[in-house]
């Protein structure tokens, strides 16, 4: 039997969940996961932070964008808060001071509270820090943890609220347009609706080929992660997120222990990611030079990919070939922080309604985050 519905998502991860709530209260939602679970490849797999320095710049603009639905979710979407305080600090060497002296200007034109410190005055707020080859350091102190976990069940939940219909164990292995329409097919079911929304993260340039539409070069990258226990006779648990703007690592405290990353980004096929035993030994290797701190054992190690468009821009709007086929892709490493806006953006593209106010007021047109700006790959 065929079901009839306004909006098909394929994926339900941070993206599909999200843009999912935000279309559900504009016409009938369908959301289609592979897995049995939502949030299984990279969202459950990430850092979870909100940094609004992080990334590139307009993704960057998203995550700013999307703090207010972070500090303030709709009503009955979670019973905890979103956010817990973290902070972040950033530090750049000789050669790197005027790339963080522009990522402050950036910061201050979007009213994002920050302050430009010697690294010496950092090591107040992160005392492990080598600081030798440093010569500025950058303080975001709104930087905060995420719960990624309640960011995707709130959406799912709410979404449902407003008769979405999710459903799990429904890998997608074919769509085709007729009529005006895509019919997308699962094992156990056959959708139709007037749009596609692309939410499929690794998988995205696959999901184009599947709906014979061109591939955009939309492709996963391998991040891997670490944890260890914190170095005895210092507080961790308030140390902001610190990172080197070189990126070759970063660590934060989660949990009880430390959660470091070599920032590695490695091309790899949309998979099921695991960890190389390289890459954890990197991490720890570049932790012990950067830091004092010891890694005497690994508690956890995990890895999971992050998409990325050859300009590592956002990937957001319709396709040039087939304007019912939106695409919501190319989070790289924001796609949790900037998960509520983009969505917000996707579902206006996709309704015809263009770029919203609140985002054009932050530099973001529709052009710039447009799949058709990549060639073809
Ligand atoms: C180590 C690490 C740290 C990170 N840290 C941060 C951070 O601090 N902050 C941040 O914002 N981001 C961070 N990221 C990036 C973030 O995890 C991603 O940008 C985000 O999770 C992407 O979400 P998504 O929904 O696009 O992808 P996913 O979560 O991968 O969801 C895509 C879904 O599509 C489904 N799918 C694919 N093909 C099909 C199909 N044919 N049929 C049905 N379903 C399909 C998949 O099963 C999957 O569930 C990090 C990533 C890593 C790996």
């Not at 079911?189 to 692309?198: D, E, K, M, P």
């Not at 660590?251 to 009880?256: A, H, I, N, V």
């Not at 035993?277 to 690994?298: F, G, K, P, W, Y």
Request: charged letters at 20%; a neutral charge.
């Amino acid at each position: 039997m065929t079901e009839r519905c306004d909006f098909i998502v394929i994926g339900a991860g941070a993206a599909g969940s999200a843009v999912a709530h935000a279309l559900s209260s504009r016409g009938r939602v369908a959301v289609l996961e592979r897995e049995s679970a939502p949030a299984y490849h990279s969202t459950g797999r990430s850092a979870a932070v909100l940094a609004e320095n992080y990334g590139p710049v307009l993704w960057q603009r998203l995550s700013t964008a999307s703090r207010p639905f972070f500090e303030q979710p709709p009503a009955g979407f979670a019973e905890h808060k979103l956010l817990r305080p973290l902070g972040a600090l950033f530090f750049a060497t000789a050669a790197e001071t005027g790339a963080l002296e522009d990522s402050a200007r950036e910061l201050a034109r979007r009213g994002v509270a920050h302050r430009l410190m010697t690294p010496r005055e950092a090591l107040a707020l992160c005392p492990v820090v080598r600081i030798e080859s440093f010569a500025l350091a950058l303080h975001e102190p709104g930087c905060a943890d995420i719960d990624a976990a309640a960011l995707v069940q709130g959406c799912l939940k709410l979404a449902r609220r407003n008769g979405a219909t999710v459903m799990l164990d429904a890998g997608v292995d074919a769509i085709e347009r007729g009529g005006g329409q895509w019919q997308v097919r699962t094992r156990g079911a056959t959708l139709r609706a007037r749009v596609l929304v692309n939410a499929a993260g690794a998988w995205c340039d696959d999901i184009a080929a599947l709906a014979g539409l061109k591939r955009r070069g939309v492709r996963p990258y391998r991040r891997t992660a670490i944890t260890f226990d914190p170095p005895a006779g210092h507080d961790s648990s308030r140390w902001p997120m610190t990172f080197d703007v070189a990126e070759t690592w970063y660590f934060k405290p989660e949990g009880g222990r430390i959660m470091a990353s070599p920032v590695d980004k490695s091309l790899s096929a949309p998979c099921d990611c695991q960890p190389e035993e390289l890459d954890i030994a990197v991490a720890a290797d570049r932790i012990q030079q950067a830091t004092t701190m010891e890694v005497r054992r690994i508690a956890r190690s995990w890895a999971g990919l992050r998409t990325f468009a050859p300009d590592e821009q956002p990937v957001i709007g319709p396709d040039p070939q087939e304007p019912g086929f939106i695409w919501l892709a190319g989070q790289g490493g924001n796609g949790v922080m900037a998960a509520p806006a983009a969505a917000e953006l996707a579902a206006s593209l996709a309704l015809g309604e263009g770029v919203p106010q609140a985002l054009r007021a932050l530099g973001i047109d529709a052009a710039a985050v447009a799949p058709g700006r990549l060639p073809a790959a």
